[in-house]
């Protein structure tokens, strides 16, 4: 499986961005699709992750604010980012977790300016 996340740019504080992360290859009911983000200097963190079923779960910091949806169909996960903030700065990367399998897409970079 291979994932091409896009969606990535600069906005300011309070503005929103959409990210969107394709797959190639098949996906599978089993497989929690999610995205993470690192900003610089620091670990790279979750910021949530969603079933096949649509169950989603959030990073504390981005709840009320952050959605993730996922189109079974279209093999693509989405993240709708609004309210965004400058610590929201990062490379953001989508991951399949298939079982004990882990498949990562390259990052996507947002920028947050005050």
């Known amino acids: 499986v291979q994932l091409q996340a896009s969606g990535g740019g600069l906005v300011q504080a309070g503005g929103s961005l959409r990210l969107s992360c394709a797959a190639s290859?098949?996906?599978?009911?089993?497989?929690?699709m999610g995205w993470y983000r690192q900003a610089p200097g620091k670990q790279r963190e979750l910021v949530g992750t969603?079933?096949?079923?649509?169950?989603?779960n959030y990073a504390d910091s981005v709840k009320g604010r952050f959605t993730i949806s996922r189109d079974n169909a279209k093999k693509t996960v989405y993240l709708q980012m609004n309210s965004l903030k400058p610590e929201d700065t990062a490379v953001y990367y989508c991951?399949?977790?298939?079982?004990?399998?882990?498949?990562w897409g390259r990052g996507t970079l947002v920028t947050v300016s005050s």
């Open positions: 991951k399949i977790q298939r079982l004990s399998t882990a498949y």
């Open positions: 290859g098949s996906i599978f009911s089993i497989d929690v």
């Open positions: 969603i079933t096949s079923a649509g169950v989603t």
